[in-house]
């Protein structure tokens, strides 16, 4: 990484403050050209840019000069706080182009620099990327949790207590014949801190899916035909989402709307009416994605017959009560409004049980994946007897532990992972 790199790493211009972030080798160089000095460390400082070319004033700014390892980066660090001007902008970052040695920066690459430099793990930067994309509270708060290292100090604990077993394993191994080595307590401490590491790691396992979090809590509406479905869907999003009508079978095809709720983000699916059919092919395949639908589904809404319920833990709705105040069920009225409002206190309840809670992160599937092999490898050392066999599999826990940090053959998916961010991240 010889190239000095920058870039606008505020809002897109026009704005009160545009703030250019210059990063490599070259940015004390950049910043002493622009400004003819530099200001002590991490601290604010008012100056006038110029053009080194022919002494063209640019802006007057604040300038910040942070020497690297210590930066988000991990390399010397420069800071332009300019008027956020669109000119202003092009006319810094063309003086900066323009200067041997430093290039614009393209998508993600000041977050890659802080990875490959240390500064932060895989799992931080997926926190940072799912921050950086939030549109709910509950998903901020989740991923400022992964992104400012709270799984990944678990993770940094978990590879301490490996090291200290593999070192007890290794030693029992090489010299068991030794005076020096306790090896008639040392199996029992093995195993009583492998259990430990297991239950630790199968805690993190348990928690709640990123992709949940992400893309929302997935509420299906089924029932048969003329059920109330598409007006109760409406009714929830706010808007008319979907067509409504007197006529049977008007909904035949998923209907998938996104909402926020309560700060909780929701994906409700309207759903062809179930019923048993009429040899229409169409029709056909619309219930075959309804009953698609339910499978996949977190919460069903069933607005059918107590007796269809399709699943246990379905909700039965007793949708147009101002109709039929006699059916089973939460009582609830779209169109007049009655039952809202308790319907809306389930939902959210039900998704409190499936999403992070406060102070908890969620997991992506590529952190799942990577921490159920890690508990796989920790149970077989713990079913194991044999000290080879024990410590070959907590080398592979280690890893694994790797694989999750970000340490080892990750190449191909850190490519897409930052190519998602924004080119001043």
Known sequence: MTDTIFALSSGAPPAGIAVVRVSGPHARAALESLAQRVPPPRQASLALLTDPQDGAPLDRTL?????????VTGEDLVELHCHGGRAVVAAVEAVLAAMPGLRMAEAGE??????????MDLNAVEGLSDLLAAETQQQRRAALMMAEGHFSRRVEG??????????MAEAALDFSDEDDVPDAAIEQRIGVGIAALAEDIGTALAAPSAERLRDGIRVVLAGPPNAGKST??????????AIVSDIAGTTRDRIE???AIGGTAFLFTDTAGLHEGTGDAIEAIGMDRARAALDAADII??????ADLPRADALLIAAQCDRDPTRPGLQLSARTGEGMDSLVTTLLDRAAQLLPGEGDYALHARQRARVGELLAHVDAARRSDDLLVIAEELRQVRRAIDALTGQAGTEDMLDRLFSGFCIGK
């Open 158 to 167: 978990w590879r301490r207590d490996l090291l200290d077993l593999s070192a």
């Open 63 to 71: 300038i910040l000069w942070f020497p690297g390892p210590g930066t």
């Open 257 to 259: 709307v996104p909402a």
């Open 232 to 241: 109760l869907l409406n009714a929830l999003v706010g808007r008319d989402a």
């Open 301 to 306: 809404l069933w607005l059918g017959d107590a």
């Open 110 to 119: 000041f977050t890659r620099r802080a990875f490959l430099n240390g500064r």
